[in-house]
């Protein structure tokens, strides 16, 4: 399977990234709070693996590595995290609120389940307009307890929408275990309150996710409805680059980063004869050149004028703007 290498090159790019992307928060480069992918990209890059480019995507706060997998110009994704204005947002979506409509990426979001109604709406487009699209619909299991979780699922199953509900969980919910949360061992039981098909995985595989999102992609488009994917995986970092992970224990962490997607990956193609030793470390400095370089154009690329502020504003007609 010469497409693992592929794989591994795309999440090499998203561990590499966001690693990068830690050390800068804390130099004071990138402002605000920002919420690392790392851990979780097997998750990203098997599931973009089986979606054309114009099949669309919602993200979470923890949107980086989807943006990254679903074809995401790294050096724009790192401008928009600076400010600035030649990010995906000029400067002012920052981490949480990117998108790139041109990929089918319909945009990350700050709150909790907030993708999950934009998404389903997306789908019923699809199906209006007969395009034969699907939508993946990526959150974590903080948002399966609310409402429009629920809701959304609901109408998703009553009207049949090519849609798959991808829930990545990383066991919390900020610092909330999902077993505090949750009186299920798998969340993907909660499909089955809608009649949904729904399967549990093993996040940390990429080509385990890569087959199961693959037959869910495939039963959407092809006219039978949603599907309920659960991921289990989990994030290395903390929640935000503040948290101090106090509720996890170091042993739990020890644990899982054994589990680690990207060695897993690396181990099998090595052990297969894939990829040589050599070709491992061309594809790591590969990555650092793009992450690099992607810093380099942020360094490099103007902050907005103030009078940016006032564009791409909707004033309703006769409502004016204040001065």
């Given at each position: 399977?010469?497409?693992?290498?592929?794989?591994?090159?795309?999440?090499?790019?998203?561990?590499?990234?966001?690693?990068?992307?830690?050390?800068?928060?804390?130099?004071?480069?990138?402002?605000?709070?920002?919420?690392?992918?790392?851990?979780?990209?097997?998750?990203?890059?098997?599931?973009?693996?089986?979606?054309?480019?114009?099949?669309?995507?919602?993200?979470?706060?923890?949107?980086?590595?989807?943006?990254?997998?679903?074809?995401?110009?790294?050096?724009?994704?790192?401008?928009?995290?600076?400010?600035?204005?030649?990010?995906?947002?000029?400067?002012?979506?920052?981490?949480?609120?990117?998108?790139?409509?041109?990929?089918?990426?319909?945009?990350?979001?700050?709150?909790t389940g907030g993708g999950i109604p934009l998404a389903t709406g997306?789908?019923?487009?699809?199906?209006?307009?007969?395009?034969?699209?699907?939508?993946?619909?990526?959150?974590?299991?903080?948002?399966?307890?609310?409402?429009?979780?629920?809701?959304?699922?609901?109408?998703?199953?009553?009207?049949?929408?090519?849609?798959?509900?991808?829930?990545?969980?990383?066991?919390?919910?900020?610092?909330?275990?999902?077993?505090?949360?949750?009186?299920?061992?798998?969340?993907?039981?909660?499909?089955?309150?809608?009649?949904?098909?729904?399967?549990?995985?093993?996040?940390?595989?990429?080509?385990?996710?890569?087959?199961?999102?693959?037959?869910?992609?495939?039963?959407?488009?092809?006219?039978?409805?949603?599907?309920?994917?659960?991921?289990?995986?989990?994030?290395?970092?903390?929640?935000?680059?503040?948290?101090?992970?106090?509720?996890?224990?170091?042993?739990?962490?020890?644990?899982?980063?054994?589990?680690?997607?990207?060695?897993?990956?690396?181990?099998?193609?090595?052990?297969?004869?894939?990829?040589?030793?050599?070709?491992?470390?061309?594809?790591?400095?590969?990555?650092?050149?793009?992450?690099?370089?992607?810093?380099?154009?942020?360094?490099?690329?103007?902050?907005?004028?103030?009078?940016?502020?006032?564009?791409g504003l909707y004033v309703p007609e006769g409502r004016g703007v204040?001065?």
């Amino acid at each position: 399977m010469p497409e693992l290498v592929d794989y591994l090159r795309t999440m090499l790019l998203i561990r590499r990234f966001e690693e990068r992307v830690d050390k800068l928060v804390a130099q004071g480069f990138i402002k605000g709070t920002s919420h690392l992918y790392a851990g979780q990209e097997a998750v990203a890059t098997g599931t973009c693996s089986v979606l054309s480019r114009e099949d669309y995507i919602t993200s979470t706060h923890r949107g980086h590595g989807h943006f990254i997998a679903k074809g995401g110009d790294v050096k724009r994704i790192m401008a928009e995290l600076f400010g600035k204005i030649d990010g995906y947002c000029q400067g002012k979506g920052g981490t949480q609120h990117m998108a790139d409509f041109s990929i089918g990426h319909l945009g990350s979001n700050g709150i909790t389940g907030g993708g999950i109604p934009l998404a389903t709406g997306a789908a019923l487009s699809i199906k209006m307009r007969h395009t034969h699209q699907v939508v993946v619909c990526f959150f974590g299991d903080g948002a399966v307890n609310q409402g429009v979780f629920h809701e959304s699922l609901n109408m998703a199953a009553l009207w049949q929408l090519p849609i798959v509900y991808l829930c990545e969980n990383n066991l919390y919910a900020m610092s909330t275990p999902v077993w505090e949360a949750v009186p299920l061992r798998d969340l993907a039981l909660r499909a089955a309150a809608y009649n949904m098909p729904h399967a549990t995985v093993d996040g940390n595989d990429v080509v385990a996710v890569r087959e199961v999102v693959g037959e869910a992609v495939d039963r959407a488009r092809a006219g039978h409805g949603p599907f309920f994917v659960e991921a289990k995986t989990y994030r290395f970092f903390g929640h935000s680059r503040s948290d101090q992970r106090l509720y996890r224990s170091r042993e739990e962490e020890a644990q899982w980063q054994a589990k680690d997607p990207i060695l897993r990956l690396q181990g099998t193609l090595l052990e297969t004869g894939l990829l040589s030793p050599e070709g491992l470390s061309a594809l790591e400095d590969e990555a650092m050149r793009e992450v690099e370089g992607a810093v380099e154009f942020a360094h490099s690329s103007p902050l907005p004028s103030p009078e940016a502020g006032m564009e791409g504003l909707y004033v309703p007609e006769g409502r004016g703007v204040l001065a």
